[in-house]
């Protein structure tokens, strides 16, 4: 439990740095953040990294990233999928030239690669 709330809160502190700079990038000084109470459980999944490093130790960091971006991945695509079917899915990509049913974006690779990866070392000695 300890791990999903560590792993929700992060989430959502890195979602908000996120659009902020996005707003920046639109000239948007203010620099507002957004996300939704959606996200925290979400984010919060990202505890499962924790016993799944254990098992991918052995691996180099270029396969353990890779396999935590497929993670995230998979789960914000089927997360999306869910809250879409009820009209209250936060994000949608559609206008995103590399989007996959408006839910997950592609060029997001790197970022979600990162993202893993930062999380490993976030849950490393909990």
């Known amino acids: 439990m300890k791990n999903f709330l560590k792993c929700g809160v992060c989430g959502w502190c890195l979602e908000i740095l996120w659009t902020s700079l996005d707003s920046l990038r639109r000239g948007e000084f203010k620099l ?23 098992l991918l130790r052995p691996l180099g960091v270029l396969k353990r990233g890779l396999l935590y971006m497929g993670g995230i991945f998979s789960m914000e695509y089927l997360t999306g999928s869910f809250l879409q079917k009820r009209g209250i899915c936060p994000w949608d990509y559609s206008d995103a030239k590399l989007n996959y049913h408006g839910l997950i974006r592609l060029d997001y690779a790197p970022l979600w690669f990162l993202t893993g990866l930062f999380y490993e070392k976030l849950l490393k000695n909990s």
């Open 32 to 54: 507002m953040g957004q996300s939704s109470i959606w996200m925290f459980p979400i984010y919060g999944m990202a505890a499962i990294i924790r016993p799944v490093s254990v």
